[in-house]
């Protein structure tokens, strides 16, 4: 499965972007779709995960109340709805496909296929 990644830019902040991730094929009957994402010198950090099936979106904290994450399984794409930006929200956007539990679902290691990265910049 390859991931295509787009939608990154700069913007002001406060405006929003929608991050867009596109998979080659359908993963597996079942799957979690996430973002994750890395500023310069910073650990790729968790952002945001929603299971093919539906149901709960998992939120960092720090984005909470400003992102929005979805799947369309029929397309094979996901969404990642970002409003309210921040400048500390500047990073390369990763998506990522995978069949975590639970546990693990905001652990990069639960997640096997992986995106090129898109670049989101905000400045103040």
């Known amino acids: 499965v390859q991931l295509q990644a787009s939608g990154g830019g700069l913007v002001q902040a406060g405006r929003s972007l929608e991050l867009s991730c596109a998979a080659s094929?359908?993963?597996?009957?079942?799957?979690?779709m996430s973002w994750f994402r890395q500023a310069p010198g910073k650990e790729r950090e968790f952002v945001a995960a929603?299971?093919?099936?539906?149901?709960?979106?998992y939120l960092a904290d720090s984005v909470k109340g400003r992102v929005t994450i979805s799947i369309d399984t029929a397309k094979r794409t996901g969404l990642l709805q970002m409003n309210n930006l921040k400048p500390e929200d500047t990073a390369v956007y990763y998506c990522?496909?995978?069949?975590?539990?639970?546990?693990?679902?905001?652990?990069?290691?639960?997640?096997?296929?992986w995106g090129q990265g898109t670049q989101v910049t905000v400045s103040s």
């Open positions: 990522a496909v995978g069949d975590p539990i639970l546990s693990s679902i905001r652990m990069r290691a639960a997640y096997r296929y």
């Open positions: 094929e359908r993963p597996s009957s079942r799957y979690a």
């Open positions: 929603r299971r093919s099936t539906g149901g709960t979106s």
